[in-house]
């Protein structure tokens, strides 16, 4: 350790307790590696305040020595955005574990940034509510993080994204100044929409110290159908048949062949249904009364193009098990990292995309084996590819992020910039709009100390 390290330190120990700065290797190696083990750095210490007067004391300390902060939460995130790569300090805000209030009238959740997104859930069902995100990293991510990425989820199609349940926010400047917007309105137009701007900053604006969440009323009782499909027109006008029905869908996902096959070696299940089919809908959906009657009449009158089907009912559907092991299989299966691309296109090109997508790689990268699911009602698909030598993710990415554009779509749907897309953010914005985007984080962290990779203002 230099000096300086060491001064700074001790500094920091004064503030949080020693036992709240991590510096020994081998206790840090959880926080400088990412999810899916392809990112990794180092630090020289892991601070983990317990308030925002702490958050506060922390990065004014940082500040004076000039010392790059990495904010992290649940360390979930698939791009990157929360490893220390240049050796930044690692600001963990897993000690920002109250959950303040569930408010029934009003229907919001106050709770400290570093609470995990299944103890929010839990904590606003016990009032009849719910969360209105949710995603299979439920158990580790932390509101903080799904703020920070605007997380997307599988309840997206029927709540929208996170910035979209986000009604107030606490958060710490860099230079240590605190910011507070926080009132109990869903209608409040003074002025800029400060949340809405911090949700998907990936921690380049601020560290958020505290959210106020919307909440959603769950529905009483869901039906969930895994339905076996030809194309993905089939499954997205399968979807557009069970909204005008008048159901109400909670979630529509798509699966692939080679996706539901890689699941079941991983997980020991059986097929799910009795034919092979290219495609597989998973769609939840809800409704007043006879929602399975409503289901299965949308399913009988769709004809051929509804291969087979399976239907459960909610809570709890056993069908979603195939969907919600992707990523953990994916990871378990590749013999390197793979690599993982989140992309979203138009509703009408995500067929084109697809269909496209698949022979192009097997072109052009015949070593590669490429996963492709998601949220498919939203259009968005996450396109995983497998056994990518360390050589080839730069040009394999390339190469699948301009296919992605050239379809009219999105280069990162939900997971956000991070490292993992920071090359490519010309693909996704104007010249104009990125010089923009860099006025604003220079405006509230001068000197690029938070998170200095994803959008360096130079
Ligand atoms: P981290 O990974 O710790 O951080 C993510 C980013 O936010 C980093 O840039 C970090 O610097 C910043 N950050 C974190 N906390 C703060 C804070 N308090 N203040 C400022 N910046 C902060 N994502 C989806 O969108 N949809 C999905 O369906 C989905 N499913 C997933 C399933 C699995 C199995 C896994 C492993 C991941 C999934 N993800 C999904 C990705 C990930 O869970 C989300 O991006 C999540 O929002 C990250 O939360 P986190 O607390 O782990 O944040
Ligand atoms: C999901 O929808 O399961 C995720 O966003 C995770 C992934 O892309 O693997
Ligand atoms: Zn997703």
Redesign the pocket.
Same mark, same amino acid.
């Given at each position: 350790m230099t000096s300086t390290t060491l001064s700074i330190v001790s500094e920091l120990a004064e503030i949080v307790g020693p036992a709240n700065v991590l510096t020994d290797p081998d206790v840090t190696a959880g926080y400088v590696t990412?999810?899916t083990g392809h990112w990794s750095g180092h630090t020289e210490a892991v601070v983990r305040p317990g308030s925002t007067a702490e958050v506060s004391a922390v990065l004014t300390a940082c500040h004076r020595h000039g010392l790059r902060v990495?904010?992290? $939460?649940?360390?979930?995130?698939?791009?990157g *955005?929360?490893i220390p790569m240049d050796g930044e300090i690692v600001l963990s805000?897993r000690r920002?574990t109250t959950i303040e209030r569930v408010d029934v009238v009003d229907r919001t959740l106050a709770a400290g940034?570093?609470v995990i997104v299944a103890q929010a859930q839990e904590a606003a069902r016990q009032h009849g509510l719910d969360l209105g995100v949710d995603?299979?990293?439920r158990d580790?991510?932390?509101?903080? $993080?799904?703020?920070?990425?605007?997380?997307? *989820?599988?309840r997206m199609i029927k709540n929208g994204n996170?910035r979209r349940q986000l009604l107030g926010i606490e958060?710490v400047l860099s230079d240590g100044r605190v910011v507070t917007r926080w009132k109990e309105l869903v209608k409040d137009n003074v002025g800029y929409d400060l949340p809405g701007l911090?949700a998907g900053?990936?921690?380049?604006l601020?560290?958020?110290?505290r959210v106020l969440m919307r909440l959603v009323i769950p529905a009483p009782r869901t039906q969930v159908s895994l339905v076996a499909v030809t194309t993905v027109s089939d499954a997205l006008q399968l979807v557009d048949r069970l909204e005008r029905a008048g159901l109400t869908l909670e979630a529509a996902e798509l699966m692939t062949r080679p996706g539901i096959d890689l699941v079941r070696r991983h997980h020991d299940l059986r097929a799910p249904l009795d034919v092979d089919s290219p495609f597989l809908l998973l769609a939840e959906v809800s409704g007043q009364r006879d929602t399975q009657a409503l289901l299965l009449d949308v399913l009988e009158q769709a004809g051929e193009s509804v291969l087979d089907a399976a239907v459960e009912e909610g809570p709890a559907p056993k069908l979603w098990r195939y969907r919600?092991s992707h990523?953990?299989s994916i990871s378990a299966e590749s013999s390197t990292p793979p690599v993982k691309l989140?992309l979203s296109t138009p509703l009408r090109e995500v067929e084109q995309f697809l269909t496209t997508l698949t022979p192009a790689l097997a072109e052009n990268f015949p070593d590669v084996r490429a996963i492709c699911f998601g949220?498919v009602g939203d259009g968005n698909l996450h396109v995983n590819l497998l056994d990518v030598k360390e050589t080839e993710r730069e040009r394999v990415t390339d190469f699948v992020l301009r296919h992605v554009t050239q379809h009219g779509g999105s280069i990162s749907a939900?997971?956000?910039v991070?490292r993992a897309k920071a090359p490519w953010l010309a693909l996704g914005r104007s010249p104009e709009d990125i010089n923009l985007m860099k006025s604003i984080r220079a405006a509230i962290d001068p000197a690029g100390l938070l998170?200095p990779h994803?959008l360096p203002i130079r």
């Open positions: 990412d999810w990495v904010p992290q $939460g649940g360390n979930t995130g698939l791009v *955005g929360s805000t920002l940034a570093g995603l299979a990293s580790s991510a932390t509101l903080g $993080g799904i703020v920070s990425t605007n997380a997307g *989820g599988i996170t958060a911090l900053a990936e921690g380049t601020a560290v958020i110290t919600e990523t953990e989140d949220h939900e997971h956000g991070g998170n994803i």
